[in-house]
């Protein structure tokens, strides 16, 4: 069996390596044995954080509905309370950006649930 030289490989494998940590501090960025490590926990980090990522913008939509809310004289909890009851399907996201963009349109809302 001939031997086989995988020089090309190994330099192609070593830098797609090091593209990936390039930016990162210290001998992270240069050094293979810890780019390694900190590739794969920055992978693995994103994968955490994108799935956070949801959470924390449902905790701002909460805030801003609320600021919006408040000016109104309802608290948030009554006020998702009584758009449920009343059959009224805006998510969250929606009712944020209308609290903050559209603040006639967002009262109209309001007032029709109160």
Do not use: C
Not at 5 to 33: P, Q
Not at 41 to 57: L, P
């Amino acid at each position: 069996m001939p031997r086989v030289k995988r020089g090309t490989i190994h330099i192609k494998k070593r830098r797609k390596l090091l593209s990936k940590v390039k930016g990162f501090k210290w001998g992270r960025k240069n050094l293979i044995r810890l780019a390694k490590t900190a590739a794969t926990k920055a992978g693995a980090r994103s994968f955490f954080d994108r799935k956070k990522k949801k959470g924390n913008f449902r905790r701002l939509w909460q805030v801003k509905i609320n600021a919006g809310v408040r000016e109104l004289g309802i608290s948030y909890s009554v006020f998702i309370n009584k758009l449920k009851k009343e059959k009224i399907e805006l998510d969250r996201k929606i009712l944020a950006d209308l609290a903050n963009n559209e603040p006639k349109t967002f009262k109209k809302i309001v007032e029709s649930v109160k």
